[in-house]
């Protein structure tokens, strides 16, 4: 039984995330995928001051036999607020928030519910650390949903500038999650999606396969640097920056016939929702 659990906890892995949020972005909402990750970066953010600032333990903390080997390679860093509960809630909570339709909000729910569930199966939780991310990643859901954030003017241009700069002034030693946490914000404030999604199921299904084989491959290959390089604060940050880059801007340029690049009104290009 507890392959299963690992299998759902997984769902809860960096990798799930960047696939749910580049479809979302491409085959849905363009611009709702912009705000979605936004907030997810700082959700991401939060949940990483609030684990290393707190620094309270986990349930295996004192006594490893709690919780098997493999359940225990499935958690980084202290206990509260699970980041696993956090994340998954802001990312599908925040889609179905968007959507506003029923059968998304069921699958949200169902979906985030079994995340979170496999934290405390595996006893890599406590319940306090699962309910504090399960509340925390709903309001940052709501956030995503209701909020459209500023870019005009130098207000594209200045809070990535700034999560930069922070980024580059970590001090050596600092949890991971925080200079990617800041990439992650640089890149999806700045990026702009002009386009709209595919119109039919074959261009659906070439973007989701191309765009994703194409994300993964800057994905892998940003991985692949030097650790004395990649792990410099502001290093990782750029390659988060970059990531998002390609994913919402490089991959709508080199799939453009499927892609189209739709009238730009104000701040943003209409979006036809295909969900």
Known sequence: ?????????NLGRDEVFIVGLALYTWLVRPVGGRNLGVAFALSYLLNAALKYGLNLPRPFTNDPAAASEAARATAGGPGLPSGHSQMAATLWWGVAAQLRRPWVTWAALALVALIAGSRLVLNVHYPSDVIVGLTLGALFALLAARVQFPQGGALRWGPPLVALVVAALLPAGAPREFAAGLGMAAGFWFVQPRFTPPATALGRVIVAVAGLA??????????????????????????YALLVLVAAEGVPLLLRRWLPVGEVRGRAAPERVTA
Do not use: C, I, N, Q
């Open 214 to 239: 194409v994300v993964f491959a800057v994905y892998f290959a940003l991985g692949a640097l030097p650790d004395g390089v990649k792990e410099v604060g502001l290093v990782r940050a750029l390659r």
């Open 1 to 9: 039984m507890e392959t299963f659990w690992l299998a759902v906890t």
